[in-house]
């Protein structure tokens, strides 16, 4: 429960290969201008089954909440991407942004947003898009340079890349070595 003025923020990242997984924390922004930001960034391999997602309920006045994630399946992976915002409260406003890259024809992306308003003075909105990296894309740095692989890598590298909102300088830098470390073995 988060109070008058107060902030919660969640930062999950998964880049190392799971069987199965299934979380979705709920938030309430109880106080007024009360914020929360759940962020989430997942890697999916092999045969994993990922059920991910948070909830905010926005019951102060003036409360926002922000959830993103980031999705990329490969192999025989199969991900459930959830966001769910519910604004009950005066001048509240919330947000989903979910997004998936498909990295194979026998990996799954599922993008559940889901939107709850019970009244009218409060804003919700999220969008959702899940595809592939475009060839383009690809052709482009290659012409600059760069192999296939390497150029594939730099577009997956952008694509999750998320400012990791919230945390100390020094655990920024350490949580991003250790995002990059573990990116290098999955790709």
Do not use: W
Not at 77 to 92: C, P, Q, S
Request: proline share 2%; glycine share 6%.
């Amino acid at each position: 429960m988060i109070e008058d003025d107060g902030v919660y923020i969640s930062n999950y990242i998964l880049v190392t290969p799971v069987k199965s997984l299934q979380m979705f924390p709920t938030t309430y922004c109880m106080g007024r201008n009360a914020r929360a930001t759940s962020q989430s960034i997942v890697y999916a391999t092999n045969d994993a089954k990922i059920d991910i997602g948070s909830r905010a309920v926005l019951q102060g006045e003036g409360s926002r909440a922000e959830i993103i994630s980031r999705v990329i399946a490969t192999d025989n992976a199969k991900v459930i991407a959830r966001g769910d915002v519910f604004g009950e409260a005066a001048n509240a406003k919330g947000h989903i942004e979910c997004r998936g890259l498909m990295l194979s024809d026998t990996a799954t992306i599922d993008s559940i947003p889901e939107l709850k308003a019970t009244r009218r003075d409060l804003e919700l909105s999220h969008e959702a898009a899940v595809g592939k990296i475009a060839e383009e894309e690809i052709q482009y740095l290659m012409a600059r340079g760069l192999s296939e692989d390497e150029a594939t890598s730099v577009i997956i590298r952008g694509f999750l890349n998320v400012d990791i909102t919230g945390l100390p300088d020094a655990l920024a830098k350490e949580t991003k070595k250790m995002f990059d470390m573990s990116l290098e073995k999955v790709m």
